[in-house]
């Protein structure tokens, strides 16, 4: 721990009032030391994470944290607030305030390190000690390591029965009886705190319910998966986990209680209790690699929200894996057309004909390698779609049924389609019970066999030639689109660009666009220039606001102002986060308004786009350039002259502010 605080990264007396006050006040000090090298980008880092879900813990622990590219090697930084920091904690403000930052390719030896500090947060020894020490020295010693924890008030008292994780417990009821038996798995998006400290937590809450546990954790670090023994000899299982549990099958027929991480920090005896009472009722879940059929007491897969939730994952991990191809292939198929003109999509093979000073040749070969990784769009998005729903097994499938898609001409839609049915076909083998003998080939040859079968038989014979139909009718339809119809989708394409900046709606009307790239028609090229323009509008109309009137902002708002320039130049929506996580109701509904008007704009101009991405770094490749950036300008003040009225009316209700105040924080956007 020692590479990871010193007492230079320690500060005993924070005097931030906001979060985000303090997480610029500990990594200026990480600055300062070389360990950090922009800090507004790594502070927009901070602020993502936490608008994700905030890293405020009951206990009064505030751990803001984030891998970034700006981040020189793994680093913490200490703050303690007499006054305390809201950090969206149930039981109130944090005066222990501990900054994580790990770069985005931190080793395992650190980031092992990392957890183990997480670990350490849920001992009341620990954080007591650090309470009262004065010396910063001492407190960056004492989260080494490098310093004795004072003793607990009865140090002479054995421990309570049960056991801590992956360790043996005794029953606190009879020697003769079984110890109820628990596998836990933890997991966070970032993999650094939460999952540590929720394990952590749980295996402090069976010691005192003399409860045997055994966790494994899902983090950065890497994770090493439970012996199977000991999944077949659990009572019941937890799941405590933010994203995807990896191999969920391997959790079949036991009693599960599927829950967030921060339920495994705050209530751990609550999921023991739950656990208990399901493993007491004989309910159990059949795990296909998807969430389980009990889910927490809760909703289960007969609730339409519930599976609302749960087809949105599944689509956004289908998305997410798609958009690298997209940027890569998108962008050299757009730098070929800069270089060669539209009709080098028509050249010949460069590996028939490639001569090495001929500027064409090089536009063919860029075009012809965009061209390739474009091809897998559709492939990739439908076996990813299958992952998400069931795991490894169902990546072929997926795979195929993509393929199928493109074969049969169903486009972006017969995408989606064999996605899902690859998923639902594994899941649906996987809930047939077998010899144990067949286990071990299930995953590799049975259920990838009979399922893409199975989807084969459904995308060419049943649902393909429809599907293939639908494709038709809307690109038909987007050729045709003119007047008030394109406007309106224009409209529609804005505000779902707008209202969570990179989130879900955002990335649905994103893949929207660049799957009408996969076969670039009139109206496509209409719908992707208009999202990339409403997609910048966010950023650089908090810019504007920041910089025609930035009494209106806190001190830290107005530096992040200036970073939203370039990051909305770049259509980089992320870059309005920080703003929207501070004041949502005014922020969000104002560039929401500011895309619409873009999009209307952009379609009513019938500006079109052949590039995914880059902004007005490919305003070349853009038809009718001029009438487009119009387009932006105008969404962009229209935005931005909201939110100063939005917010200066709010000052006019609640007085003046000094301009080093931060916002207080209402939603977590």
């Known amino acids: 721990m020692s590479e990871l605080i010193t007492a230079e990264l320690v500060d005993l007396d924070l005097s931030a009032g906001t979060k985000h006050e303090a997480a610029r006040s500990l990594a200026e000090r990480m600055v300062a030391e070389g360990r950090v090298t922009d800090l507004d980008g790594f502070l927009a880092d901070v602020a993502a994470r936490e608008a994700q879900m905030p890293t405020g813990l009951d206990g009064g622990i505030g751990i803001p944290h984030c891998r970034s590219e700006h981040v020189t090697m793994p680093t913490l930084a200490f703050g303690h607030s007499d006054r305390g920091i809201d950090f969206g904690a149930a039981d109130g403000p944090a005066d222990l305030i501990f900054l994580i930052a790990a770069p985005t390719g931190a080793d395992d030896d650190h980031l092992t390190i990392l957890s183990a500090l997480a670990r350490r947060l849920m001992d009341p020894d620990f954080t007591g000690s650090l309470r ?39 029953d606190s009821a009879a020697p003769d009886d079984e110890p109820f038996r628990i596998v836990a798995v933890t997991s966070c998006p970032t993999g650094i705190a939460h999952t540590y400290m929720a ?52 959790f079949n027929g036991k009693p599960i209680v599927d ?44 609730d339409p929200a519930h599976f609302g939730i749960r087809l949105r994952t599944y689509l956004m991990s289908g998305v997410s894996y798609m958009v690298p191809f997209v940027a890569a292939g998108g962008l050299l198929i757009a ?25 064409d040749s090089w536009a063919a070969l860029l075009n012809q390698i965009g061209t390739a990784a474009f091809a897998f769009l559709v492939p990739v998005l439908a076996g990813y779609i299958a992952y998400g729903m069931a795991d490894r097994p169902a990546l072929v499938p997926g795979f195929v049924g993509g393929a199928i898609a493109l074969t049969i001409n169903a486009g972006f839609l017969g995408g989606l389609a064999a996605g899902l049915l690859a998923g639902a076909a594994v899941m649906a083998i996987q809930r047939v019970k077998v010899h144990p003998t067949l286990r071990g080939i299930m995953p590799v040859l049975v259920i990838p066999l009979l399922a893409s079968v199975v989807v084969g038989f459904l995308m060419f014979i049943v649902v393909g030639k429809p599907i293939a139909s639908l494709q038709r009718a809307l690109t038909d339809g987007l050729n045709g689109l003119s007047g008030s119809n394109a406007i309106i989708l224009g409209i529609v394409l804005g505000l779902m660009m707008c209202f969570d900046m990179g989130g879900p709606l ?12 996969a076969d670039p028609t009139p109206g496509s090229l209409k719908v992707m220039a208009a999202v ?19 009494r209106l902002f806190s001190k830290t708002e107005q530096e992040n102002g200036r970073a939203a320039w370039v990051l909305g130049a770049s259509f980089i929506s992320e870059g309005a986060i920080p703003f929207a996580a ?20 952009s379609m009513a101009f019938g500006c079109t786009l052949r590039a995914p991405h880059g902004g007005f770094f490919v305003v070349p490749l853009i038809g009718n350039p001029f009438p487009y950036l119009l387009a932006i300008a105008a969404g962009t003040v229209v935005a931005s002259a909201l939110v100063v009225l939005l917010k200066g009316m709010r000052r006019t209700t609640e007085g003046p502010a000094p301009a080093s105040e931060e916002p207080k924080v209402s939603v977590a956007a």
Do not use: C
């Not at 010693?141 to 417990?169: K, T, W, Y």
């Not at 730098?335 to 000073?357: C, P, Q, R, T």
């Not at 955002?506 to 790239?517: D, I, M, P, R």
């Not at 005014?586 to 895309?595: C, D, E, F, L, Y």
């Open 506 to 517: 955002n990335k649905v009307a994103y893949a929207f666009a660049v799957g009408g790239l």
């Open 259 to 302: 829950t967030g991480v921060k339920a495994g920090i705050n209530r751990p005896a609550e999921l023991i209790a739950e656990a208990r009472r399901k493993a007491e009722r004989g309910e159990v879940g059949t795990v296909a690699g998807g969430a389980p059929e009990q889910n927490d007491g809760a909703a289960t897969g007969g």
């Open 132 to 170: 009262a020490e004065r010396d910063p020295g001492a407190a960056a010693a004492l989260i080494r390591g490098e310093e004795a924890i004072p003793a607990g008030p009865d140090p002479d008292a054995s421990p309570p029965d049960g056991a801590a994780a992956n360790g043996p417990a005794t």
């Open 532 to 550: 990339m323009a409403a997609g910048m509008v966010p950023p650089l109309a908090m810019a504007l606001a920041t910089t025609v009137r930035g």
């Open 335 to 359: 730098l070929s057309f800069a270089i060669g003109g539209y009709e080098i999509a028509g050249a010949k093979s460069v590996a028939d004909h490639f001569v090495w000073g001929e500027a």
């Open 199 to 250: 394990a952590e937590s749980l295996a402090a809450a069976a010691r005192a319910e003399g409860v045997v546990l055994d966790v494994e954790t899902q983090g950065s670090a890497g994770f090493e998966r439970l012996d199977p023994g000991l999944i077949a000899a659990a009572d019941a299982v937890i799941w405590a986990h933010d994203v995807e549990v990896r191999d969920k099958a391997r």
């Open 582 to 601: 501070a004041d949502p109701l005014r922020v969000i509904p104002s560039v929401m308004a500011g895309g619409a008007v873009t999009g209307a704009l």
